[in-house]
């Protein structure tokens, strides 16, 4: 069993920074990839990034390329997102996810709400 929790969500202003933090826990930690979905109020489950877990390839959403920046430290099995030039579209919770061996473990979310 794999645990997923994320840290250092919070209330920022409109343009601000944030950097969330992911810790995974459990059975020997091995994942294909780790990453990041938001779920703002009303809207879907959409995804952020996500970055392999032995090459340490990024991907981006869309709406989040240029001002997130995914990154992992394989020592501590946690994994990063650094969040800037934060906008209003950004406030949702964000859920950390691993890809273990083709088995989906998800943390249990962390708020970020972004104020003008």
């Known amino acids: 069993q794999v645990q997923l929790v994320e840290s250092g969500g919070g209330l920022l202003l409109l343009g601000g920074s944030l950097r969330l933090s992911c810790a995974a826990s459990g059975r020997t930690f091995t994942p294909y990839a780790m990453g990041w979905f938001r779920q703002a109020p009303g809207r879907e489950r959409e995804y952020v990034a996500h970055?392999?877990?032995?090459?340490?390839?990024?991907y981006y959403a869309d709406s989040v390329k240029g001002r997130f920046t995914i990154s992992k430290d394989n020592s501590k099995n946690t994994v990063y997102l650094e969040m800037t030039k934060l906008i209003n579209e950004d406030t949702a919770v964000y859920y950390c996810?691993?890809?273990?061996?083709?088995?989906?473990?998800w943390g249990q979310g962390t708020q970020v709400t972004v104020s003008s």
């Open positions: 996810f691993a890809d273990v061996s083709g088995d989906e473990y």
């Open positions: 970055i392999t877990w032995a090459v340490g390839r990024t």
